[in-house]
């Protein structure tokens, strides 16, 4: 897990999104991590790691360009049963005195359910859980898919473009053997490697449905842990500028996490997970030094890299079965917001593979069928 997103990443969970599904998704995610104890527990083993909760919520800023896009976002997350707080400028100064809102004419505070939690607890909670429901765990790489076309059945309006099934994987361990495993069905949720299975099937390279890829790709973010002995202190939520950048407190020892996504046109590369130090430099402290003056004053200290699995389309999850395989679901390309997802998105393939069909929030505007024809879905809020 040395390189996965999940371990990696900043483990936020918050509402404040701009489309209903993914308010939806974040909300069941917090239910299930408020019942972990519950969800997790195995009978007459040792209770599952804490996930160690911190509720202090998200605050998003907005300049006056911004601010009715704000706003209306703020109203479907009422009425979709978010609790949040519309300030202007003035009540954000009285609320965080340590706040600069130079540039700034209103935001928005998570007062429930938005806050962050340890990634790897949660993970090794649910793979603790699994194995003790009768799923085997294999480290290796999957190197190839063996697939069968089903006679007689093509996809609706593609005559030429018969169905195939997916019936086993090649799957390379570390010691050298190869390992061959059949299925029935096949969940795609490789993270940032999803693409790469894609290209395993000739999606992407054929006519019709193949011509089209699954548009994920790794992107590499920077996070950077700092030391402010005089930084806005334990009354700090996860806050997000107008520029992207964003800092939240970490424990109780002055440490505060920060980062930055880049432009397109200055997208690191991929082929390490080395830390850009300059970036922080010029990019992420000028930003937060100006809304919180007290970081003028830090210290670097520590730092790590992740991937996203992102989106290229537009940003947002893929889910359901893709049109060409009759036993393959993709669960991929959240572009960062996956790991607060993840109860909810595990919840709706379980859905479609046994009922057929969504049972309990509806995520077919987030099916494969919007890459092929097109038709971006796209998340304002994507940090």
Known sequence: YTQASTV?????????FSIAENIQLSQYGMEFLRNVPKNLAIEGQDPPPD?????HGYLSLASEAGVRQLQENHYLQLELGAKSQFLTAGKLKERFPWLSTEGIDAGVIGLENEGWFDPWSLLIG?????????????????????????????????????????????VDLPNGEKRDI?????????????????????????????????????RKRFVYCVHAPDGPGLDCPLVVDPSGTYFRRE?????????????????????????DYDYFDNHVWPHIARRAPAFENLKLHSSWAGYYDYNTFDQNGIIGLHPKFSNMFLATGFSGHGIQQA????????ELIL???????????????RVLMDEKFLEQNIW
């Open 343 to 350: 109860a909810g998105v595990g919840r709706a393939i379980m």
């Open 51 to 55: 996930i160690n909760f911190n509720p």
């Open 8 to 16: 990696l990443s900043v483990g936020g969970i918050r509402q404040q």
């Open 251 to 275: 424990g109780l020892g002055g440490l505060y996490l920060c980062g930055c996504s880049p432009e397109e046109n200055e997208e690191p590369d991929v082929n390490n997970l080395e830390v």
């Open 182 to 218: 059949t299925f029935s069905l096949m969940v795609v949720a490789a993270g940032a490697w999803s693409g790469k299975i894609g290209d395993m099937l000739d999606i992407g390279k054929g006519s019709g449905i193949m011509s089209v890829p699954i548009p994920v790709e790794p």
């Open 126 to 170: 649910l793979k603790r859980k699994a194995i003790n429901l009768g799923t085997e765990y294999v480290t290796g790489e999957v190197t190839g898919i063996k697939l069968r076309e089903l006679e007689d059945n093509f996809v609706e309006g593609e005559a030429s473009d018969a169905i195939q099934m997916l019936q086993s994987a090649q």
């Open 355 to 369: 009922a057929g069909e969504y049972c309990t929030i509806d995520l077919s505007r987030l099916s494969f069928d």
